[in-house]
């Protein structure tokens, strides 16, 4: 591993702001840290603001966490990936970082995030950190010194003068006509110098300059930093953000481009594979074994077969964004609302699967902080269904190849808040859209309809600990309100109960943990266009398995006579204990293995 930094960052010898020693964890965890590691792994996300809180402000944070660790190590998961809790004005939830070597108060201290970090390793358990840095906060030190236009730091973001013939602050001024991702166009006019500044996302998130080698060097420095703290690993937000057009083509769409889309320019640059590749290099991700995922909207699948390529020393993984995208009306942003055809998501996500079989490797997720529940999305969370369209969901997509991601009460069936009001919702994204929605006379009823069902904030109310007031999450009021089935859907019931979605998670990873053709077994999809049935196989030399999933609220009488023999065949998961024969009831799922 090279080391150069051409900037200095905080020495990470010093006494940190909040009074702790600095002192570092052992990177290496021992002889445990294999390469391809990850690879059998199950990562669970937290989103620490909703996770749990452990001072009564209503906030989750360090700390909470660390009090619930015993938990995850019960569930099975090697991984826990942290949400961002550095320092920030909090416009996007912490991803508008203004110090990324320090904590905010809201969540904690580094001396907390020491103790969370020493808390994983003492279970066994890898800790992997959200690395923001396609932008900051517009309160960075970086970007308030670049604001002077004779700054040094001022090529470290994407300044630029109004456009040739226009008044800068007039219409059609922008540098450029391309739209953020929360509404509006992406330049922000500052008044003092009079040119534009770049945000894809918020105004207050204004994007960094990665063609200055000092902006990627500062990054890197940071990055080594966290490493040398006992992080094990990155998950990097729109780092496909990260290379853009440096000719900044206008896009064919005017203004207001969903977040998911590709500009053209904006993102996948020229520069990104050197990039990824100088990031690798010069943190020492591949050396050290640390877990990186790349999430990359608008990615292909030949563009993830290339970054996740090993003998190219990238990435691990991306995420896709294709399979969540499904949902949305053809031509439409994502509160455009479509309904989802089986046989769509299937022979989408085998496209995944077939587009990296030999090279690279997938991600698996069905939900996360930015994606509605997956039981109310795709399953069907009705109290009749709720439990087993769950498990059956996990099913199907922990048994494709790939590293499977958990999202916080992913594994207690948690569902979408139901909020029926714009008052209960805090997400930028949300209750912007709310708001431009109405502008343009759209039925008030139809954008409630819509955010209930895609809004962010689904995934964000408070986890579900137990029955009592706000769900065991907090003493105090909570950010955002807890979803009232928190009575019934809680962790402490389901820790109790033998059949619930908790327990298959834990049956679920054990298996993985066992059997190495989960991991390892080449895929194939049986029965593509079946409308019910979700039907796979896994196989690894002399090992075959066969995943059987009724993916509906409706029974199927007779399963087609077209599968693989199942004469001997031993049931090791099944979401209906005690049933057999070939007619499934609804959301039933099986997991076999074959005889030869």
């Not at 006992?230 to 853009?244: A, E, L, T, Y």
């Not at 399953?379 to 709720?386: A, I, L, Q, V």
């Not at 594994?411 to 109405?438: P, W």
Request: glycine share 8%.
């Amino acid at each position: 591993m090279t080391s150069p930094m051409s900037l200095p960052v905080t020495d990470t010898t010093a006494p940190s702001s909040d009074g702790s020693d600095g002192a570092v964890h052992d990177v290496a965890q021992g002889a445990d840290r294999a390469a391809g590691w990850w690879r059998s792994a199950v990562v669970y996300q937290i989103y620490p603001r909703s996770f749990a809180d452990s001072n009564g402000d209503g906030i989750g944070d360090i700390p909470g966490i660390t009090s619930r660790l015993d938990y995850l190590a019960e569930l099975g998961i090697d991984v826990l990936w942290l949400s961002p809790v550095y320092r920030s004005p909090m416009d996007d939830n912490g991803y508008d970082i203004s110090d990324y070597q320090d904590v905010d108060p809201l969540f904690g201290t580094l001396a907390d995030l020491d103790a969370l970090i020493a808390g994983c390793h003492e279970r066994g358990l890898r800790l992997v950190m959200d690395l923001v840095v396609n932008h900051t906060s517009d309160e960075h030190p970086w970007f308030v010194e670049s604001r002077d236009p004779s700054s040094p730091k001022r090529d470290w973001y994407w300044w630029r003068p109004a456009r040739a013939g226009h008044e800068p602050g007039t219409p059609g001024a922008e540098p450029n006509n391309w739209g953020a991702a929360f509404s509006g166009p992406a330049w922000h006019l500052d008044e003092a110098s009079g040119e534009y500044y770049l945000h894809l996302f918020s105004p207050k998130q204004p994007d960094l300059n990665w063609e200055n080698p000092d902006v990627r060097h500062a990054v890197y420095a940071m990055m080594r930093w966290w490493v040398e703290r006992g992080v094990d690993g990155f998950r990097m937000d729109v780092i496909n953000f990260i290379s853009k057009d440096v000719a900044l083509p206008d896009g064919p769409q005017d203004r207001g481009q969903p977040h998911g889309s590709a500009f053209p320019g904006s993102a996948n640059g020229p520069r990104l594979d050197e990039f990824l590749a100088e990031m690798n290099r010069e943190v020492g991700l591949t050396d050290q074994h640390l877990l990186t995922v790349g999430e990359m909207p608008g990615s292909t699948i030949e563009l993830a077969r290339r970054v996740t390529d090993p003998n190219r020393d990238e990435l691990n993984m991306v995420f896709t964004f294709e399979h969540v995208d499904l949902d949305v009306a053809p031509g439409g942003a994502k509160w455009d609302l479509a309904d989802l055809p089986l046989p769509v998501l299937k022979r989408n996500l085998e496209s995944w699967q077939v587009g990296l079989a030999d090279v690279g490797w997938n991600s698996l997720y069905w939900n996360n902080h930015d994606q509605p529940r997956a039981v109310s999305r795709f399953g069907d969370d009705s109290d009749e269904h709720r439990v087993h369209s769950a498990k059956t969901l996990a099913t199907v997509l922990h048994l494709h190849r790939g590293t499977p991601y958990v999202y916080q009460g992913e594994e207690l069936g948690m569902t979408n808040a139901g909020f029926d009001e714009i008052g209960h919702y805090r997400d930028i994204e949300s209750v912007n859209y709310h708001a431009a929605a109405l502008v343009l006379g759209v039925d008030p009823e139809t954008v409630l309809r819509s955010l209930a069902v895609k809004s962010r904030d689904n995934a964000r109310t408070p986890m579900q600990w137990d029955d009592t007031a706000y769900a065991g999450f907090t003493t105090g009021e909570p950010w955002l309100p807890v979803n009232p089935n928190h009575t019934t859907i809680n962790a402490a019931a389901a820790q109790a109960d033998p059949r619930s979605v908790f327990t298959h998670y834990q049956e679920l990873i054990a298996l993985r943990h066992t059997h190495p053709v989960v991991v390892d077994g080449r895929f194939e999809l049986l029965l593509p266009d079946h409308e019910q049935l979700w039907v796979i196989t896994r196989t690894l030399g002399r090992e075959r398995l066969l995943v059987l999933a009724n993916c509906s609220s409706y029974a199927v009488a007779a399963v087609p006579d077209d599968l693989p023999p199942l004469a001997g065949a031993e049931v090791l998961l099944t979401t209906h204990p005690g049933r057999s024969g070939l007619d499934l009831a609804p959301w039933e799922s099986r997991v076999y293995a074959l005889q030869d």
